[in-house]
């Protein structure tokens, strides 16, 4: 009887939360002169299911799960698009009315954001210091309404839910047993890893800083390791493929469809370009811009970071993507320094094995350092076709900087925003990267890569909090930085 007890104490927690958070909302993409857009809203069970209503009417709910006493409820549907009807660009659920800036035509207002959590302790910050970026955000927003909400990797450090079971502590220590012959009890291990990413998942998104902009500014996400557990893929083989490592990628690819694509498994959404699901590689076309994001996670292992469905898809992605701007998000940095001496040093340096991992998921390991090359030859050929041109975003390394690939047609721009909460490592930890990056890099011959200060800064690497701003101004592309300690200057690209 104690456990059922439990049971419905925890389930009634799981309830609360879901009450307080706000619809989610998520592009899918444009059709004509409208913008396809999906909203998903979790609630405690009601015999009776809310309908989302626009101007042309309303609109029913889809049913995609339901546990614990919650249902979740995915509405899709259409808004006009262009300045000239922006009064018609608002959806109403539960008695609130959230309006979208549809006004993809003409200039454009985005943000990218990264490393939204921290792997230990998390839970225990205060909400106004943590979210200090994401209330900054969204004060930008109600004074220049952005057009979308781009979310490079790191959402939730789900890294804590290995307490969950004892099968998943023992699994996440450094040379803990992969649990191997644990298979018989892996639905036990689901059972605990899903309530608790859940509840993890309901107590983030539910915080007012972060609620108020993801319910009305559309978002696309692209995962990263922490979204499943420290160094996801990077992890010796015999434990990500053990009966332990698929429950804990099966439960936080779940959570991951849900939470940051409004989706589930078997019915992913449209911009997903792998029809077995393999990879979760997407692309989304607008005006004048073509968004796409590489899975680096989904197939990666030590040797390699994208297997065949990866590669197969960004190729997709763009070879036929429309001119203009392509931005490419980048989970782990495309560019970066060499770092073939450091992963030397530590096969030799037995205290710094357990850095090993951090590298190896890193381009410029010296482990894939072919597969790097491949992926730069692709980002140029994108890069220099007649009326199109790319910048790559990323996040991953809880600093903030720049770098570029040298182009025949001009360069090649990556602009790296790490992390909106995450804090920043020791600004000497910052200085020394820095030291390793002003040796420069040229994997590709004739392309070298140079790492590079923000605009108005002296360092290569900024350690502070951070998020990432672009608009499109007249056909021209700007970004900069919004630093805790204030804006940088702009950066033409």
């Given at each position: ?22 619809p ?12 396809r ?27 995609l ?53 921290q792997?230990?302790g ?82 983030l ?46 439960v ?40 796409v ?8 292992r030590?040797?390699?970071v ?17 001119d ?5 998000l980048?989970?782990?940095p ?35 350092r ?5 992926f ?62 002003s ?19 002296s ?9 990432l ?25």
């Amino acid at each position: 009887m104690t456990g059922r007890v439990t049971d419905m104490a925890d389930n009634a927690e799981l309830q609360r939360l879901a009450g307080r958070l706000k619809p989610l909302l998520f592009l899918r993409g444009m059709e004509g002169d409208r913008v396809r857009l999906a909203v998903l809203l979790i609630r405690p069970f009601t015999p009776e299911l809310p309908n989302l209503v626009t101007r042309n009417g309303a609109v029913e709910p889809e049913l995609l799960l339901s546990r614990y006493g919650l249902l979740a409820l995915r509405y899709t549907f259409a808004l006009p698009t262009g300045a000239e009807v922006q009064k018609a660009a608002w959806y109403e659920l539960e008695g609130t009315r959230y309006v979208v800036n549809t006004a993809y035509d003409g200039d454009l207002a985005l943000a990218f954001v990264s490393c939204n959590g921290q792997e230990e302790g998390d839970r225990e910050r205060p909400e106004e210091s943590r979210n200090t970026l994401w209330a900054r955000l969204g004060a930008a927003h109600a004074r220049e309404p952005l057009h979308l909400l781009l979310h490079g990797g790191d959402q939730i450090y789900a890294d804590e839910i290995l307490e969950a079971h004892p099968l998943t502590r023992e699994w996440g220590r450094d040379r803990g047993d992969p649990g191997s012959n644990s298979g018989a009890e892996v639905p036990e291990v689901v059972a605990a890893l899903r309530r608790v990413l859940l509840q993890r998942y309901l107590e983030l998104y539910g915080q007012p800083a972060i609620a108020d902009i993801l319910c009305r500014v559309p978002s696309l996400a692209m995962w990263d390791d922490h979204d499943i557990c420290d160094g996801w893929g990077s992890l010796p083989d015999k434990k990500l493929d053990s009966p332990v490592g698929n429950a804990v990628f099966a439960v936080a690819r779940e959570q991951f469809l849900l939470f940051q694509m409004g989706a589930v498994e078997g019915a992913l959404p449209e911009t997903c370009l792998d029809p077995s699901g393999t990879s979760l590689t997407w692309r989304v076309d607008m005006p004048g811009l073509t968004l796409v994001a590489p899975d680096l996670r989904s197939e990666r292992r030590r040797d390699r970071v994208m297997g065949p469905a990866g590669w197969r898809t960004l190729a997709t992605a763009l070879a036929d993507a429309e001119d203009g701007r392509i931005l490419l998000l980048s989970s782990v940095p495309a560019l970066g320094p060499r770092l073939s001496l450091i992963e030397a040093v530590m096969r030799i340096t037995p205290i710094a094995e357990k850095y090993e991992d951090d590298l190896r998921d890193q381009w410029q390991s010296r482990t894939h350092r072919e597969e790097w090359c491949k992926f730069l030859r692709t980002l140029l050929a994108a890069h220099e076709r007649d009326d199109t041109r790319l910048t790559v975003l990323s996040g991953e390394i809880h600093l903030a900087t720049r770098s570029t690939l040298a182009s025949d047609t001009g360069d090649l721009h990556q602009l790296v925003a790490s992390g909106i909460t995450h804090p920043p490592p020791p600004k000497a930890y910052a200085a020394t990267l820095g030291a390793l990056a002003s040796f420069g890099s040229a994997p590709l011959k004739q392309h070298p890569i140079k790492l590079l200060p923000l605009p108005g800064k002296s360092t290569i690497y900024t350690a502070e909090r951070n998020y990432l701003r672009l608009a499109r101004r007249h056909g021209a592309w700007e970004a900069w930085w919004e630093l805790e300690s204030g804006p940088t200057e702009k950066l033409v690209i």
